[in-house]
């Protein structure tokens, strides 16, 4: 059986959640990524911080492609990742929890793909559920047996290039075309999870109402402050997912089939 590894986003760098926890780096053929490894009831896990541990890598410059391809290269099979995300969607309220089913590319410099042709060839994967639905079931049974959560177990997330936030009419634009959460990270990594072959789901959390509907500027502080004060029930609904996780075999495990599997 193979590895849960843990993505924290902005906001998830407490690695005190695992017990013996140990950091590491590999170096991959996309450069060193660095992770935490340890145990939490007996499962062992991996956790990576994405934005590193001090919070020093912004959206557009994350290893994504390293990242990813190190926790395959660790034996994990599924990823549990957080985004702190602002709302389109009036009913998806700060502090309230998201499942996203499906998401909205608009990142323009990121490297998308591990098959850029040469020697890993060309793959064209299949993304009508990006998002592992054994995974994203999991979470939601997670938050029903914790209780005092709102989770909305599906949601589309638009995913912009950052680091800046958002326009007003950017954000308008998003909503005609169905968006209901803005973020700037979960693409290109639910793609690669993807191409890897890997289980992936990521939960949201709402921090704020986007640009244009929230009646203040946006500030990251008031990101961060959001996350800090809803840590550790994100920390909680982790690690009962987790808990009731069983890590068995998945069609997301087989997306490269018709190519002879994941090669990298």
């Not at 660095?34 to 959206?59: D, M, W």
């Not at 997670?142 to 589309?156: I, M, N, R």
């Amino acid at each position: 059986m193979g590895l849960i590894a843990i993505i924290g986003g902005t906001g998830v760098c407490d690695i005190k959640m695992l017990k013996n926890a140990k950091e590491h780096h590999m170096d991959t053929f996309y450069g060193t990524i660095h992770y935490v490894r340890g145990t939490y009831e007996g499962k062992e896990l991996i956790f990576l911080p994405r934005h590193g541990k001090t919070h020093s890598i912004p959206p557009h410059l994350i290893n994504y492609r390293g990242n990813m391809l190190g926790l395959k290269r660790l034996g994990v099979t599924a990823v549990i990742s957080t985004t702190a995300v602002g709302s389109l969607n009036r009913d998806f309220k700060p502090n309230e929890f998201v499942l996203p089913d499906q998401f909205l590319d608009f990142t323009k410099s990121r490297h998308t793909s591990f098959f850029d042709g040469g020697e890993n060839g060309v793959v064209h994967v299949d993304m009508t559920e990006p998002y592992c639905p054994n995974l994203r079931r999991t979470v939601a049974a997670a938050a029903q047996a914790l209780g005092g959560y709102t989770l909305h177990d599906k949601g589309t997330y638009v995913c912009t290039e950052g680091p800046r936030f958002e326009t007003p009419a950017e954000i308008r634009m998003y909503e005609k075309l169905g968006g209901d959460l803005v973020g700037m990270t979960n693409v290109p990594e639910v793609c690669l999870a993807r191409e890897a072959e890997i289980c992936y789901a990521t939960i949201s959390m709402v921090t704020n109402f986007a640009a244009g509907i929230s009646p203040a500027p946006l500030t990251h502080e008031e990101v961060v402050e959001a996350m800090a004060e809803n840590s550790q029930r994100l920390q909680q609904l982790i690690l009962k997912s987790i808990e009731l996780y069983d890590n068995g075999d998945c069609a997301c495990r087989h997306t490269l089939q018709a190519y002879g599997g994941f090669t990298v």
